[in-house]
Nanobody
Framework: QVQLVESGGGLVQAGDSLKLSCAVS????????MGWFRRAPGKEREFVAG????????SYADSAKGRFTISRDNPNNTVDLQMNSLKPEDTAVYYC????????????????WGQGTQVIVSS
């Protein structure tokens, strides 16, 4: 079993930065696939970024490339999403997810999900 708890969401203005953090606990996290997804109002959940915990290999959605960075903090067992140059269209509930390799953008590849943290970007 894996437990995921997100934090760091909030209300910011366009152009601001925000860092989301996902506290990870449970078994075998060192071999896990970790990801961040988001669901905007009225839209389907979509992949944002993913990372293979063991190797640090990452993948990003086109909307996140160049602005967002996913990383893992081994000593603290967290997976972070640094978001820069935020836009109103980044407004969504952001979810942390855990699964098994290989690196994937499909939500079906992730077995465990956090409760989500709200990000609102005002224009």
């Amino acid at each position: 079993q894996v437990q995921l708890v997100e934090s760091g969401g909030g209300l910011v203005q366009a152009g601001d930065s925000l860092k989301l953090s996902c506290a990870v606990s449970g078994r075998a996290i060192s071999s896990a696939l970790m990801g961040w997804f988001r669901r905007a109002p009225g839209k389907e959940r979509e992949f944002v970024a993913g990372i293979l915990w063991a190797f640090g290999i990452t993948s990003y959605a086109d909307s996140a490339k160049g602005r967002f960075t996913i990383s893992r903090d081994n000593p603290n067992n967290t997976v972070d999403l640094q978001m820069n140059s935020l836009k109103p269209e980044d407004t969504a509930v952001y979810y942390c997810a855990a699964g098994r390799p290989p690196l994937s953008r499909r939500s079906a590849a992730y077995d465990y999900w956090g409760q989500g943290t709200q990000v609102i970007v005002s224009s």
